[in-house]
């Protein structure tokens, strides 16, 4: 059974920073893309980045180019959301999220907050 744990949020002052973590277990990151998505006070859910399984792709949503960067360290079976710059706009829940045999898994997700 997949699972992914995040970490790594918390509140912070506009322009400040955080990294976030996502743990996976119960299958081999290695051959997976990964996705960080948010989810903000009466919004959609959005993707935010998302890094290929070999990690030589990445994307990211227009609002935050330049800002977060997507990583991943297969040994350790985590991937992370360096995120630099931060806005009062990138106030919401991070979840992290992959695709195993067609199914969709998330996990519990982790609440950032900016604010001063």
């Known amino acids: 059974q997949p699972q992914l744990v995040e970490s790594g949020g918390g509140l912070v002052q506009p322009g400040g920073s955080l990294r976030l973590s996502c743990a996976t277990s119960g299958f081999t990151l290695d051959y997976y893309a990964i996705g960080w998505y948010r989810q903000a006070p009466g919004k959609e859910r959005e993707l935010v980045a998302a890094?290929?399984?070999?990690?030589?792709?990445?994307t990211y949503a227009d609002s935050v180019k330049g800002r977060f960067t997507i990583s991943r360290d297969n040994r350790k079976n985590t991937v992370y959301l360096q995120m630099n710059s931060l806005k009062p706009e990138d106030t919401a829940v991070y979840y992290c999220?992959?695709?195993?045999?067609?199914?969709?898994?998330w996990g519990q997700g982790t609440q950032v907050t900016v604010s001063s």
């Open positions: 999220n992959t695709r195993v045999s067609g199914r969709p898994s």
């Open positions: 890094i290929s399984s070999a990690g030589g792709s990445t």
